[in-house]
């Protein structure tokens, strides 16, 4: 792992970890709903995000989904196959400065996102608690006990893509459940969003479609030691044709997607 900090200035950082990241009166008090709510709109409003990213927001609802799966400041927290980094961004000004980010890519993803999360990770005052990560999935080398939360966001049915040519070699998905199981604490947050693909459809469907059956990822979580704790519908969409792959100009952007909760048991 590298830390991309050591990028960045230090004094500006910290002067805009202040004024971006939340006033000392919204990242102290918890104590309510509508605090908790303010702190995590803050991180979406972060004037330093890409115009793209807030266009991404309206269909991804990241605020409604970061409160959802609990995310609060100081957790340690891993966006896996991060790409860009949407995501990695946001969590980073919701944890906050006692908090840290890892970013993880295989090299498939830092190929596909052209490495457009390092220009993020440069750019003083922007992620400042983030670390990148670059390691292939069946080999990520994660520290035990270590990560309060890890979100898989739009990626999971990639478990099941195979390219070697391009360098993607196949998963081993329980190895590579029982290694985020391993890194977690105990009763911590693995939360798993992604295109739904039709009830009864192959784990294939995540090559083909790039979508994967909800009963599929609920049953191998389960058999890897998680529990499902909670589910939304805020990312549902009920008239997407689930027969067509979630890059179809059709469905882009406005697929049906699953939103699960999962604990460490």
């Given at each position: 792992?590298?830390?991309?900090?050591?990028?960045?200035?230090?004094?500006?950082?910290?002067?805009?970890?202040?004024?971006?990241?939340?006033?000392?009166?919204?990242?102290?008090?918890?104590?309510?709903?509508?605090?908790?709510?303010?702190?995590?709109?803050?991180?979406?409003?972060?004037?330093?995000?890409?115009?793209?990213?807030?266009?991404?927001?309206?269909?991804?609802?990241?605020?409604?989904?970061?409160?959802?799966?609990?995310?609060?400041?100081?957790?340690?927290?891993?966006?896996?196959?991060?790409?860009?980094?949407?995501?990695?961004?946001?969590?980073?000004?919701?944890?906050?400065?006692?908090?840290?980010?890892?970013?993880?890519?295989?090299?498939?993803?830092?190929?596909?996102?052209?490495?457009?999360?390092?220009?993020?990770?440069?750019?003083?005052?922007?992620?400042?608690?983030?670390?990148?990560?670059?390691?292939?999935?069946?080999?990520?080398?994660?520290?035990?006990?270590?990560?309060?939360?890890?979100?898989?966001?739009?990626?999971?049915?990639?478990?099941?893509?195979?390219?070697?040519?391009?360098?993607?070699?196949?998963?081993?998905?329980?190895?590579?459940?029982?290694?985020?199981?391993?890194?977690?604490?105990?009763?911590?947050?693995?939360?798993?969003?992604?295109?739904?693909?039709?009830?009864?459809?192959?784990?294939?469907?995540?090559?083909?479609?790039?979508?994967?059956?909800?009963?599929?990822?609920?049953?191998?979580?389960?058999a890897a030691g998680f529990e499902l704790?909670?589910?939304?519908?805020?990312?549902?969409?009920?008239?997407?044709?689930?027969?067509?792959?979630?890059?179809?100009?059709?469905?882009?952007?406005?697929?049906?997607?699953?939103?699960?909760?999962?604990?460490?048991?």
């Amino acid at each position: 792992m590298f830390n991309m900090n050591k990028l960045t200035g230090a004094a500006l950082g910290a002067s805009l970890f202040m004024g971006v990241w939340g006033a000392p009166a919204i990242a102290n008090d918890m104590s309510s709903a509508e605090s908790y709510q303010a702190l995590i709109q803050a991180a979406v409003d972060n004037p330093l995000r890409d115009d793209k990213d807030r266009e991404r927001d309206t269909g991804r609802k990241p605020a409604k989904i970061i409160e959802f799966m609990g995310i609060k400041p100081g957790m340690t927290v891993m966006e896996m196959l991060a790409g860009s980094g949407y995501y990695a961004e946001i969590l980073s000004h919701v944890v906050g400065e006692t908090g840290k980010v890892i970013a993880l890519n295989n090299k498939s993803y830092m190929a596909f996102t052209k490495d457009a999360i390092v220009t993020r990770l440069e750019q003083p005052g922007r992620m400042e608690n983030v670390d990148l990560k670059i390691a292939e999935i069946n080999e990520m080398d994660l520290k035990k006990d270590n990560l309060d939360a890890v979100f898989l966001v739009l990626s999971y049915h990639d478990f099941y893509f195979v390219d070697e040519e391009s360098g993607w070699p196949k998963v081993d998905v329980k190895r590579t459940l029982g290694q985020i199981h391993g890194a977690l604490k105990q009763g911590g947050t693995l939360a798993v969003i992604d295109h739904a693909a039709a009830a009864g459809s192959p784990r294939e469907t995540g090559s083909t479609l790039h979508r994967i059956d909800p009963a599929i990822v609920r049953t191998e979580l389960e058999a890897a030691g998680f529990e499902l704790v909670a589910t939304s519908d805020v990312l549902a969409n009920p008239q997407d044709d689930l027969s067509k792959p979630m890059y179809d100009k059709s469905v882009r952007g406005k697929t049906h997607r699953f939103v699960y909760r999962f604990v460490k048991k």
